[in-house]
């Protein structure tokens, strides 16, 4: 095992998301731009004060060496491992905290570059909190004692074998007591239970009474450790995560509107013991220091003594973000702190300090630390553990296969253990079994890191949402299972962790986060999470809005897709046909799948950019495939749940129904709520259609605000009609719930007919209505317009590919007898012949045809193609009467049939012509129009069609 081999990372420059944080860990993946940006202004000001400070720092080192010399410990077995240990009798921070004696700090603070004001400027510390403390003030402690690993470790194996409710500790009240079978104090809000399907194993449930509102603080966690990542450290300060490029941002703002010049900023001071981590100033090293960094301290100075490792920490051979991450929760566990130094620690803070440290540093809740040290290992041990359904977390797998997790164990052990037996204990930890590989530290080693990788969670800068740092949280957060619709969302205070509901939960509801970036196509999202969290996410987006971008969601999913009239996808980013990426503000279309196909059958694979964002959306044949099937599928479905059939009436489950109920806001009001019931249920399908109430009028105006962000078209007086009295939508309108004319106009319509006849005409004749009652409804892209035009299109080409058929039928009769088996063969391949036959079907009967099953569609190209090959383009008066005699009753059919269809496209072609129709679609597919266009061929080939049918055509309306 050799920690520097070749492909090590080495590029401080590097992303550091990806780079410092394991794959499994939730992170931001497009953050990592941003971050590449801030990176490597870090790396610039590492550099900076690396030159600036080592002179300083090597200086102090050499005055000190002697003096700071580690004493050998006294007790307890763990602490055998540590080269520092306080004195007994130390009186003087220099011998109570070895590391601070060489603080570069104190240096930086009195020198030229430095100042009080300018520290002042920056407005995190006063002069008074930036002075070092004075070393009489602080108390003479002990250190943090070492109890023994042994009797730790006893306390979590049996408490393993017992159940969880009986063994777990309540949490402190910040965050909910939580346990794995469910139970919760009075005051949390959350439970951890079994999420029962999906196979996401455990999960975060609403534990409240009452709904949960949006913005409710569910939970706010303390990391049980926490590390800055590599790429941060000289910016971000590892105690309380302040982030000093906040500041400079700050400073340059200030400084050109004449305050304090960016060159005046303050900057964070370094470990003169490590030289590793940095701090914003003693106070936050002092904290630091007892919850972690002593020992960390000297463990990273005694990795430094072998040359390969030394490599590590000061040339960044490799990020050692996880492995200081690993060390902390290796360290930690080890211990059982008694709170009294902390404590005496904390009251010995000056308040000025407090408050300017309590805004970022998350270790200020002592409470909830001495918590963690006490039971923090027992919940890592028992509670973290990857479900069983995550086949790519649950094994030793991933770790022995990956060189990168090797070396990582391997500079671990460097820091964390000395021995040689201890060593291999570690390293057998890698086992499945409890209890397996227990090593002197009383970790096992790769246990722990799988339990990092799976649960640890990349800290993000609040402000500028770039990853700063790495964090295992144990309490609530571990717990919270993913959904590409998320119902919560957490941001980080210093490295605690805040949970926020973003939409109205129920009680009993899970609670959800997204851990990744919510940019980008299904497709995209559920790449990255197998490949980072090893699952196949089911959540209701990814159901309803699978590869294929025409998809919509079912009704029962509607309503948890679109929860609130605010979220609404007016500009769908899962679509794949508009920008997915939804920070893209100018939406710019990145133009349609469809029009991709021709270029797909040349090019295996073609890109999407979007022209104002750039985000690249990736297609194959295989999703066009797959997009394509899925449309014939939706179909039928799509248009009989625009109708709602008969029995779901009752149910109120109708897409109209639904459709309309999102528009209204969910209220507690119980008058209210009984109003817009009714409103709604009259909207849904009722047979009488009542004038919705005055309330259920004012959600609809609310929603349509909210919705389209600008007030509803028509002012009018929310007067109610006398109750009862039927809706006459041609009766002032004016005074008309648009939502209530739409759910009107729907019900009118009669889609499932149509549907479940296949009869495309009707369908499309309904589909153009709707489409107009859609354009009146929703301003912008609606994923209903999105596929309302697919369809339209998709019938047209259907009616065109009918007529085709329906102007050579006597050709393909006449070609019959010798082609019957090559014809059979293609009426059982091509869609378009099984539709073509339904529609026969629905229009005159001719299912049982001959020649229902003898046109040999395939496509129209394939129609003018035989055309041409019987050698006329239109039929000869020869072929005409062969065809005649072969097949009369066909055609007697087929002219009825031919009837119907001249009649349907009568009144279908204005509107096909309709050029605000047109604009519809422009609007609804891209401002490229390439859908247009397509739809225009359609229309190109409906005219071809009627002139080969020999039907009339009209440019203008009949
Ligand atoms: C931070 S843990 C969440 C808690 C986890 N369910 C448990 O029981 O410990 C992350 C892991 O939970 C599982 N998980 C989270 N969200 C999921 C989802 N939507 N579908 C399936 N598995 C999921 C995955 O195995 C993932 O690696």
Known sequence: MDPTVENTPTDEHTDSTTQTSPSAVPTRVNKAKRNYRTKKRDSNSDKEHDSDKDMKDNNVDAKSTQQEKPQQPTSSSSSSNLPYVQSQNAQNIGEIYPGLARLSFL????????????????????????????????????????????????????????????????????????????????????????????????????????????????????????????????????????????????????????GVSASNQRKLVRCAGCKVVWYCNKTCQIKDWKLHHQLECQGIQQSMKNSVMKDVWTKRSMDTTTVRALCRLIRRRERVRTSAAYKTEHKKMDAAQKQVNEVYYSGLDQKEEEWLDEHGATW????????????????????????????????????????????????????????????ASGTRGFELLRKLLSYGFSVTNLETTTAVGLALYVQSMPFMNHSCLPNCVYTFKGSRVECRVIRDIQPGEELLISYIDQIGTTQERQKQLKEQYHFTCICPL?????????????????????????????????????????????????????????????????ELRCESCEHVTELTQEIVQENQEEAERMVSRFVREMNGASDQQLKSGSRNFELARVK????????????????????????????PSTAALQYFDDAYRALTGVAPPQARAHSRQPTGSPMDINED????????????????????????????????????????????????????????????????????????????????????DQDSDEDEEMAGNSDDERDLKALRNAMGGG????????????????????????????????????????????????????????????????????????????????????????????????????????????????
């Open 107 to 258: 240096d930086q603070d009195s020198g030229a570059e430095g100042g009080d004001t300018a520290q002042e400027g920056v407005g995190l510390g006063t002069a008074r909190s930036r002075r070092p403390l004075q070393q009489k003030s602080l108390p003479s402690q002990q250190p943090p004692p070492q109890t023994s690993t042994n009797a730790d470790e006893g306390e979590d194996q049996s408490a393993a074998s017992q159940p969880a409710v009986e063994t777990l500790p309540a949490p402190p009240s910040n965050s909910p007591s939580a346990t794995s079978s469910g139970i919760s104090s009075e005051s949390s809000l959350v439970e951890i239970k079994d999420t029962a399907s999906e196979n996401k194993g455990r999960g975060l449930f609403s534990a409240a009474q009452d709904v949960l509102k949006a913005g409710t603080l569910v939970f706010k966690e303390m990391g049980y450790c926490q590390v800055v990542n590599d790429a941060s450290l000289s910016s971000v300060c590892s105690a309380c995560f302040k982030d000093t490029r906040e500041e400079q941002g700050e400073d340059e703002k200030s400084a050109s509107a004449g």
């Open 380 to 439: 890592i041990d028992q509670y973290l553990r990857a479900p069983a359904g995550n086949q790519g977390m649950s094994s030793k797998g991933i770790l022995d296969e990956s060189s990168q997790f090797t070396k990582i164990m391997a500079v671990v052990m460097s820091c964390v253990i000395t021995a040689k037996e201890d060593r291999a204990a570690f390293m057998r930890g890698s086992g499945e079994s409890e209890g397996e590989g227990e090593g």
């Open 542 to 606: 990814c159901q309803y809005f699978p590869a294929n971008p025409l998809i919509q969601p079912n009704q029962d999913t509607l309503l948890a897709i679109i929860p609130n009239p605010t979220c609404a996808p007016l500009l769908d980013p899962k679509q794949g046909f508009v920008c997915p990426n939804t920070a893209c503000v100018t939406r710019t279309d990145i133009g349609p799948i469809l029009a991709m196909e021709s270029q797909l059958t040349i090019y295996n694979k073609v």
């Open 664 to 691: 209204l806001p969910e209220t507690t009001d119980e008058k209210a709520a009984e109003e817009a019931a009714k409103a709604a249920a009259a909207m849904g399908g009722m047979n009488s259609v009542h004038e």
């Open 733 to 816: 309108p004016v005074h008309r719930s648009p939502l209530h004319r739409l759910v009107r106009n729907l019900e009118q319509m009669g889609f499932d007919e149509a549907v479940s006849h296949k009869n495309w005409v009707f369908a499309l004749h309904r589909s153009l209505e709707l489409e107009r009652i859609l354009d009146n409804t929703y301003i912008g892209h609606h994923p209903l317009k999105a596929v309302q035009g697919y369809y339209t299109c998709k019938i047209v080409n259907l009616l065109a590919n009918l007529l085709l058929e329906e102007s050579t039928i006597e050709i393909e009769e006449s070609d019959h």
């Open 847 to 958: 299912g049982g045809s001959r020649g229902s099953k003898g046109q040999g569609t395939g496509s129209m190209q394939e129609q003018l193609l035989k055309r041409k090959q019987a050698g006329s383009a239109k039929l000869g008066d020869e072929t005409k009467s062969k065809a005649a005699m072969k097949s009369t009753p066909i055609k007697r059919i087929q002219t009825e049939s031919s009837r119907q269809l001249l009649m349907y496209l009568k009144s279908l072609i204005p509107k096909i012509e309709d050029p605000a129709l047109l604009q519809q679609f422009r609007v609804c597919w891209g401002k490229d129009g390439k859908l247009a266009n397509r739809y225009r061929y359609q229309v190109d080939s409906l005219k071809q069609a009627l002139y080969y049918a020999e039907l009339p055509f009209q440019e203008t309306n009949p």
